[in-house]
């Protein structure tokens, strides 16, 4: 196979051997909820290693390090209250959250706050340059395992796809317009916004969409041996 095909990006979330047939299950495989709270660490870690590298964070990053400075709480705990606010924004829309969703805003929070204290910040600016790139790839392996997990989409995409849904606009201009207002809000509460930010904003989505790929080639061969020898 070649690496060319295997590094193209997919167009949607496909499904694999380890995706939930229904989103809202509250008792799912063991293997699905395995890779869900495996991908939320990864991307937990992925995001630590952005905060730790001091030259911007993610926007929604940026809003919860900027509320953090306000009120003296941590950066994982605000990221976990922005979450319950966004989870609250739900409503209007008539969003349902899964236990999916409920597990990322807690799991994301829990591991930034375990792993930002031990994460290095690095004085060397291209090695800060690195540590982002590492963060984004992380971010996006994560992504793409919880999101082929397929047992709720996290806070903040339930309520893209929510108000795209309700509204019609289109999902890029729903997502630009929210990313924005959060950038704008936490760099003005203090946020570290910075150069990490913008090759995050510019990369992320490549990666994530590579990743699915990557995430599709593995389901996806594994469903077909299973058709081949229905006794595996």
Excluded: H
Excluded at 69 to 78: C, E, M
């Amino acid at each position: 196979m070649k690496v060319g095909n295997i590094l193209k990006p997919a167009k949607s979330v496909p499904k694999t051997w380890w995706s939930s047939d229904d989103p809202m299950s509250i008792k799912p495989k063991f293997s699905t909820l395995s890779i869900l709270i495996l991908g939320e660490f990864i991307f937990g870690v992925g995001d630590a290693l952005l905060i730790s590298a001091e030259i911007g964070n993610t926007p929604w990053t940026v809003l919860a390090e900027g509320i953090s400075i306000i009120t003296g709480i941590t950066v994982g705990q605000s990221t976990f209250a922005v979450s319950v606010v966004v989870l609250f924004l739900w409503i209007p829309i008539k969003e349902i959250p899964g236990i999916g969703t409920i597990l990322n805003a807690i799991i994301i929070a829990v591991t930034i706050d375990i792993m930002v204290p031990i994460l290095p910040t690095p004085e060397n600016y291209l090695f800060k340059i690195l540590q982002v790139f590492c963060g984004v790839i992380l971010i996006a392996i994560g992504s793409s395992m919880y999101l082929t997990a397929n047992l709720g989409p996290g806070p903040r995409d339930g309520w893209m796809t929510g108000i795209q849904r309700v509204t019609g606009i289109p999902i890029g201009r729903v997502r630009i317009t929210i990313e924005v207002s959060v950038l704008v809000i936490g760099t003005l509460l203090g946020g570290n916004l910075g150069l990490g930010t913008v090759l995050f904003a510019i990369t992320i989505g490549r990666t994530v969409a590579i990743c699915l790929a990557i995430s599709e080639k593995i389901g996806s061969s594994q469903i077909n041996r299973t058709d081949l020898n229905p006794n595996q």
